[in-house]
């Protein structure tokens, strides 16, 4: 199967040593299938390149695409071997589609308005490197940092507290979006260009949207021992992955001197522009984000991955759809030595203190990982924006006054 009909990067899983013993027979409709995949690409490029007004996308994926998707759906549940399972697939493929309609708003908004964002040199650069690499890493003035550093000085402190008590979940506070913290990492954004260095890459308007403060700390044991049953030592490409959403850019901006050892942002260079299908890069995702542990299976949580991490959801894995057998997050996945093992990790970049402690990038077609302490303690701001129209006035008035109010009292800084 040629890699535009295949889900990047693929990786065999009947093959893995994980996943050896699960013996499923071939299923009689994968050609099909794939198939139907390639129609569905092929109608989704099409609708991609229209200038469709928001009111008239539904009918028009309605027309092009949606006989296609719903005879996928049907040939998807001829392999599914429980009613759970069946139900799993229908609420997958529905988050599909509600995916697929707003990345489509996306393509034909930035169709629409395509010559609307040639900004200065500055936010050129950005867009470039942007379009090219899929990030752009940067520093922080020590102004900024210095006054971000004290503000959150109360939140650090609270957050190794809570760390005493948590070692499996991953450990945010969340702020204000018009907190004085996000004022000034929102006047950063602004004044050096970067929000209008991502409205060029996008081709439409990007807000600065939302953003928390994470602890990440080296006794931390969440993204290790995924294949506890198997003894495979976690891999070298550990926690690579992409994000969920529907191509929403993002940024890690770190409060702390990241080194090699205390959990750097890793982004693999060029991996937003790897050849793939554009339908199963989200019907994938949507399978992550629908999936439901089975009550009978259930005893300890895990936090990370207990699909991947219990021998009976693997089994389950593998009676799927051969096109559907992917994952968002695979790097525990990748063996390491292997051709793609060696691909991901020689064009990989991690932000540590020498290269930066700003990096913005595509995190929903970019492969990246993160927080992963080995020694040490790391502070970083999760930032994400939004590619939608900006805030009507009346609303980022009344949003920037509340920020103000609880500025006042004391509750948000």
């Known amino acids: 199967m040629s890699a535009s009909r295949q889900f990047y990067p693929y990786i065999d899983y009947a093959a893995h040593p994980a996943f050896r013993g699960n013996d499923v027979a071939p299923r009689a409709n994968e050609n099909e299938i794939d198939d139907l995949v390639v129609r569905i690409d092929e109608g989704l490029a099409q609708l991609h390149k229209s200038s469709c007004r928001d009111d008239e996308l539904p009918s028009a994926f309605e027309r092009g695409l949606e006989k296609y998707i719903a005879s996928l759906e049907r040939a998807a549940l001829q392999s599914s071997r429980t009613e759970r399972m069946s139900d799993w697939l229908r609420r997958a493929f529905a988050h599909a589609r509600h995916e697929l309609l707003v990345e489509a708003r996306i393509a034909a908004m930035k169709c629409r308005q395509q ?149 750097p942002t890793g982004y693999v260079k060029g991996s937003h522009r790897a050849e793939r299908s554009g339908f199963l890069h989200v019907l994938v995702k949507s399978l992550d984000h629908c999936f439901q542990l089975d009550p009978a299976q259930s005893d300890n949580a895990v936090w990370y991955r207990e699909r991947f991490t219990r021998k009976y959801y693997r089994g389950e894995f593998l009676h799927l759809p051969k096109s559907f057998q992917s994952c968002s997050h695979f790097g525990d996945d990748i063996l390491d030595e292997s051709p793609l093992s060696q691909e991901l990790l020689g064009r990989e970049v991690k932000l540590t203190k020498d290269v930066g402690n700003c990096i913005v990038f595509d995190g929903n077609y970019g492969i990246h990982r993160g927080a992963m302490v080995r020694n040490g303690e790391r502070f970083v701001f999760q930032v994400v924006f939004d590619i939608d129209r900006p805030l009507p006035l009346p609303t980022w008035m009344f949003r920037r006054s509340r920020g103000i109010a609880l500025r006042m009292l004391g509750k948000g800084n």
């Open 115 to 263: 010559d609307q964002w040639a900004t200065n040199d500055q936010a050129l650069r950005i867009a470039e490197k942007l379009q090219s690499d899929g990030m752009y890493a940067c520093h922080l003035d020590l102004e900024t940092r210095s006054k971000l550093r004290r503000l959150c000085k109360p939140h650090m402190d609270l957050l190794r507290e809570r760390a005493k008590q948590m070692r499996i979940e991953r450990i945010v506070y969340n702020f204000e979006l018009f907190s004085e913290v996000g004022q000034t990492l929102h006047r950063f954004f602004k004044n050096h260009r970067i929000l209008d260095g991502l409205r060029g890459y996008v081709g439409s308007n990007v807000n600065f949207a939302g953003f928390s403060l994470e602890f990440s700390h080296d006794k931390q044991i969440w993204w290790r021992d995924v294949y506890p049953d198997t003894g495979l030592p976690d891999s070298k490409t550990a926690y690579m992955h992409y994000d969920q959403g529907h191509r929403d850019p993002k940024a890690i901006v770190a409060l702390s001197d990241v080194s090699e050892d205390s959990g």
